[in-house]
């Protein structure tokens, strides 16, 4: 029992040995004493940047100074640099200053010269052969010949000799003023003094006057439309240009050229393009201006009178969408004499030809063919063109015209 005892209290005495071993080196692995933070080391002082100033703060003190003007200011300018390239802007292109047509009033006057030196050969001819003492069959056939030869006609011509025959005859004596004066009154009757040669530009809706050139290319029709352009405004009138020859390519530069000189404006589409389409633009933006007329140049083609028929069949269709056409202009090449006739009956069958527009009548003798056209289309020459000057189209009148014919 006591051995037991004695066992118990040894191992005791070890348990509580160990306990005190584990417990002093608990001590020794003590944690890093917890010492109050220390500030770090200080850094150096930041001036904070001064606030933006709001709407209504001064920036600064105002000054004294005079506020000077941006223009006042002289500002640093940069050391050219001589090796560097010298860029220079172009140049404006210069507007162009409107041209003053000249009045149409007393033009044919003005160029009655010109066309006399060209067409005094057929008046001075035929007062020459009418001045004979006697005139028998040759001089009568004679005076056929020379009326033919300047492109009367034929018709017209046997209806020209044979009233100077009745009336020669009952005249008896000629004195070279009797011949002039009845010669005159003769060719004034077969060229027609009664007929409506005004160009039509006033429509009887409220809509701008609607004018159509039509005519072969090289005819001189594009130039035509835009001397015409310079009657009109010459008159006081404004004037919209509608380039429908789609299909040549300077038409419708060359058309623009002309209208840029007086002020009007032309409408133009793509190259190539519809020219209905073009026609039909003219005439709306001539309604939406509220310009007085519109001048629509067509295309001149004559390869095949189906497809000219169609295409210029087209554009008066379209063209009458907004309002009826007030006058189709047919222009003819003078010097083409009877051949510029073929063109003519084309045109006049694929449209309503209510005028011509002689050209290049101061180049040509033939001045009957004022009367050949007149007879074969139904319809009156209402301009003529006497020269390349911009302003050398003029009204056709009957009476100055064949003063010019035949001389004083």
Known sequence: MEIVILAVVIAVVVIGALGGLVVGSRRKKQLPSQQPPTAPPSAPDITAPPSEPHVGDEAEAPSDEERRT????????????????????????????????????????????????????????????????????DTWEEIEDTLI??????TPTQELVERLRERVKILGTRTPEELRALLREELLQLVG????????????????????????????KTTTTGK???????????VVLGAADTFRAAAADQLQTWGER??????????????????????????????????IDTAGRLHTKTGLMDELGKVKRVVEKHAPLDEVLLVLDATTGQNGLVQARVFAEVVDITGIVLTKLDGTAKGGIVVAVQRELGVPVKLIGLGEGPDDLAPFEPEAFIDALIGE
């Open 70 to 137: 941006i223009e006042e200011v002289d500002l640093p300018t940069a050391e050219a640099d001589p090796s560097a390239p010298v860029i220079t802007e172009p140049p404006a292109p210069p507007v162009p200053e409107l041209e003053i047509p000249e009045p149409t009033a007393g033009r044919l006057v003005r160029l009655r010269t010109r066309l006399s030196r060209s067409q005094n050969a057929l008046g001075k001819g035929l007062l020459t052969l009418l001045s004979r003492e006697h005139l028998d069959e």
């Open 149 to 154: 030869t300047a492109d009367v006609g034929v």
């Open 193 to 220: 003094t009664d007929l409506d040669r005004a160009v039509h530009t006033e429509s009887a809706l409220d809509t701008p006057g609607i004018v159509m050139v039509v005519g072969v290319n090289g005819t001189g």
């Open 228 to 238: 015409l352009a310079r009657v009109l405004v010459a008159d006081g009138k404004s």
């Open 262 to 295: 007086v002020g009007a404006r032309t409408v133009r589409g793509p190259e190539a393009g519809d020219p209905a389409s073009v026609a039909f633009d003219s005439v709306k933006e001539g309604i939406d201006e509220g310009a007085d007329v519109v001048l």
